[in-house]
C-alpha cells in the first residue's frame, strides 16, 4: 500500500482526514513536505522524524539576537 492508501485505512475511524493533514504539511517548511510527498512507508518514517526532530532553541535565539542587532 502506498502511503496514502495506509492513511485512509488508518483514519477510516477517526475524527481526522487525510485532507486535514494534507492541510498541515502545506504549512511546514520544504524539507518536511519533500519527504512527505514521497508516499512511501519510508518517506512517512523521515517525515516523523523531521517534524518530531528537537529544535536547536539556543542557536535560534542567537540568530534572532544578531538579526535585531544588524
Known amino acids: 500500500m502506498s502511503l496514502e ?3 485512509n485505512k488508518a483514519l477510516l475511524n477517526e475524527d481526522v482526514t487525510l ?4 492541510n498541515i504539511v502545506k504549512t ?3 524539507n518536511a513536505r519533500m519527504v512527505w510527498s514521497k508516499n512511501t ?3 512517512f518514517i523521515a517525515f516523523c522524524q523531521t517534524v518530531t526532530a ?3 532553541t539556543t542557536s535560534t535565539a542567537s540568530s534572532k539576537a544578531q538579526l535585531q542587532e544588524s
Open 41 to 43: 512507508a519510508d518517506g
Open 54 to 56: 528537537p529544535v536547536n
Open 5 to 7: 492508501e495506509s492513511l
Open 28 to 30: 511546514l517548511p520544504s
Open 19 to 22: 485532507e486535514d493533514i494534507r
